[in-house]
């Protein structure tokens, strides 16, 4: 059997440090925010538009932090509930919140590009990473949906 207790053990492990990761990478990014938000407070946004472009692109790389958290909690519960044998349209359901997230994920890693967060070759390496692990996602699920 493909999901044994121990895979499906070590796969929440791995989950679980990345969510913490995440999250570290949240909170740091959140004391940089109230940073912004204070010199922010400085400035008309006509006098110095470089203060509130810095406050959106931290905005955008949060909200892509925490919808990256949200895609490994749904990776998770999958393995979690293959590990308890679980089987059918559970993973269609899965699946599809998996891909409404990926899709807000491009979104928002799109809005990045625009505010020169990340530059266009990153976020071309991050779709097809990306791609690649929606369609092992996929994979699983079709495997949970068979069994």
Do not use: H, P
């Not at 999901?3 to 989950?15: F, G, H, K, L, N």
């Not at 990761?21 to 010199?39: D, E, P």
């Not at 891909?99 to 390496?125: F, K, Q, T, W």
């Amino acid at each position: 059997m493909f999901a044994t207790q121990q895979m499906t053990s070590q796969c929440v492990a791995d989950c679980d440090k990345r969510i913490a990761s995440l999250q570290t990478k949240i909170n740091g990014w959140k004391m940089y925010s109230g940073v912004l938000s204070l010199a922010s407070g400085l400035y008309d946004k006509e006098e110095d538009k470089s203060v509130f472009k810095m406050e959106d692109k931290n905005t955008e790389k949060i909200r892509n932090y925490e919808n990256s958290i949200q895609l490994v909690k749904v990776e998770k519960l999958i393995y979690q509930t293959l590990g308890k044998g679980a089987k059918g349209v559970i993973f269609q359901k899965l699946f599809q919140k998996y891909s409404d997230l990926m899709s807000s994920s491009y979104d928002i890693s799109g809005n990045m590009v625009r505010l020169a967060g990340i530059s266009e070759g990153e976020y071309l390496e991050y779709c097809k990473e990306s791609l690649q692990q929606r369609e092992y996602i996929q994979a699983l699920c079709l495997y949970g949906e068979k069994l």
